[in-house]
């Protein structure tokens, strides 16, 4: 993984992006992928599966809170929520910021993810021993499809759809999360980059559209992902991410954001004209 104490993360054949690495804090494989922490001059600690890059100190606020704050404000009372994924813990600190959620489920794979995290990177994981997250060490797509829980807002904070996230693609698992929201319920997922998984983007909405009556997609700028602009999928039962979301209520939440704000909010949902043609079909207005 390193060269003179760098960090590359290649993407297909074509593309590398390198970050200067200070030393490696952690390095371990776990039964799913393999887990390291490193820290970089530049970026603070990174976490890193299976060679890809999912977290640094630098920049990871952009992630988080535009994955939790977008529909937790959409949703007017959001009390029960679950998170897929995100052993980083960053997703589920912020979820538990909105004072209304009482309990926020997470269910991760990969325990290794979670220890690495909680021990060499507490700025997103700081927040796992909170008493209102509810931490489960297993199969997501198992869990949606036995529960009997109702949550208001999923979030699926997922890695590329390879290796044990693939199935976090596929319509048989949103059939599962649509049946275990409730009847105004929200779900956003990691929804890959527009200007080099554009096809991930169209099959991800193709089977949100099969399986609810509203989907879009929104977008936020960041450093370490591949080509810096990267997107979510936003799909509900019944709220409009723009209309039936109230500017006032961040405000009067008295809650302050690194990247979030009311004017962004609408504004994600504002994509370039090259997106609006490839999705053409895909999103509504």
Not at 176 to 185: A, I, Q, R, S, W
Not at 234 to 243: C, L, N, T, V
Request: glycine share 8%; aromatic share 12%; hydrophobic share 40%.
């Amino acid at each position: 993984m390193h060269s003179n104490l760098w960090v590359e993360e290649k993407f297909e054949d074509f593309l590398g992006i390198k970050f200067k690495v200070e030393k490696v804090l952690f390095s371990g494989k776990s039964e799913f992928q393999t887990v390291d922490v490193v820290e970089t001059k530049g970026h603070g600690k990174m976490l890193l599966n299976d060679g890809l890059i999912m977290v640094t100190e630098r920049d990871e606020f952009a992630y988080h809170d535009m994955i939790s704050h977008v529909p937790l404000f959409v949703h007017p009372d959001p009390k029960n929520v679950l998170v897929i994924g995100g052993g980083d813990g960053g997703t589920a600190r912020e979820v538990i910021r909105h004072q209304s959620v009482k309990k926020c489920t997470m269910v991760e794979i990969d325990v290794m993810v979670v220890e690495a995290c909680k021990e060499h990177i507490p700025q997103t994981a700081s927040a796992l021993n909170n008493e209102r997250i509810h931490l489960i060490i297993g199969d997501g797509v198992q869990f949606v499809k036995e529960t009997k829980e109702k949550f208001d807002v999923i979030i699926v904070d997922s890695t590329d759809p390879i290796g044990p996230a693939q199935p976090l693609f596929g319509e048989a698992f949103y059939r599962d999360v649509f049946n275990c929201l409730t009847d105004d319920g929200i779900v956003v997922a990691q929804g890959e980059s527009s200007w080099y998984a554009m096809e991930i983007q169209q099959s991800l909405l193709k089977v949100l559209n099969n399986v609810f009556p509203k989907t879009y997609l929104y977008s936020f700028s960041n450093l370490t992902y591949p080509g810096g602009l990267w997107s979510f999928t936003f799909a509900s039962k019944q709220y409009h991410p723009i209309s039936d979301f109230s500017p006032e209520r961040v405000e009067k939440s008295g809650l302050n954001f690194d990247y979030y704000n009311a004017p962004l909010h609408s504004a994600a949902f504002a994509l370039p004209s090259f997106v609006n043609k490839g999705l053409s079909g895909l999103i509504d207005n």
